[in-house]
């Protein structure tokens, strides 16, 4: 079947580590997205790449980095420097174009210990 | 910039009674989409409906519909004979090809609460 997968379901990490998010999609989209999502603020841009070696600082990317060496991945390092990363983590990914719905990860919930 | 706002950040329903949960949004595009998410508590984002900017006809999905008025940049989702299992947040959110990209912003969501 084909889908969107976020590994994994929960993360812990320590202060001053990074840590890296997995998503991967088989539908064949060409754009994906990562969301973060915190209670009260609904989803939140990141970072969003619409085509393979290409992407573009959403609204909230400082902290984060990612990048979009094949068309079905797309991972999301949570750095050192963002100072308030827990949080939990939402992948998205569609056609591409206007009329496309997005399809969702089931998302990554990162705790700092 | 895009925004999308959800004026209501928690409501409750009586099971089989109506709700409506409220949505505007801002853009200066002509061509655009709208659509309304539900996250139940496993947090697994569920596309509820879609609406195309260029229709004047509301979508309908079942029990779901929507009240688009473009002008005035609303789009509210009307929920009748409301289910326990429609008990989730609510996202509205919309894409448009601004800046040649097309970005998925989303409202903060609305907390519905179906009451027995």
């Known amino acids: ?113 | 910039a895009q925004t999308v706002t959800q004026s209501q950040p928690e409501m409750s329903v009586q099971e089989a009674e109506t709700v409506t949960l409220s949505c505007t949004y801002d853009t200066s595009e002509n061509n655009y989409y709208l659509f309304w998410y539900k996250q139940p508590p496993s947090r697994q984002m569920i596309l509820v409906i879609r609406q195309e900017a260029y229709k004047q006809q509301n979508a309908t999905e079942n029990r779901f519909s929507v009240n688009f008025q473009k002008a005035a940049k609303s789009f509210s989702l009307k929920i009748s004979d409301s289910q326990l299992g429609d008990t989730a947040m609510y996202f509205c959110a919309f894409i448009d090809s601004g800046a040649g990209s097309y970005q998925l912003t989303f409202g903060k969501g609305t907390k519905l609460s179906v009451i027995p």
């Open chain 1, 1 to 113: 079947d084909g889908g969107i997968t976020q590994s994994p379901k929960y993360l812990f990490r320590k202060e001053g580590q990074n840590v890296t998010l997995s998503c991967e999609q088989n539908l064949n989209h060409d754009a994906m997205y990562w969301y973060r999502q915190d209670p009260g603020q609904g989803l939140r841009l990141i970072y969003y790449s619409q085509i393979v070696n290409d992407f573009q600082k959403g609204d909230i990317a400082e902290g984060y980095s990612v990048s979009r060496e094949k068309k079905e991945s797309f991972p999301l390092t949570v750095t050192s420097a963002q100072k308030n990363p827990t949080a939990f983590y939402l992948c998205a990914s569609n056609r591409g174009y206007l009329v496309a719905e997005a399809f969702f990860g089931q998302g990554t919930r990162l705790t700092v210990v």
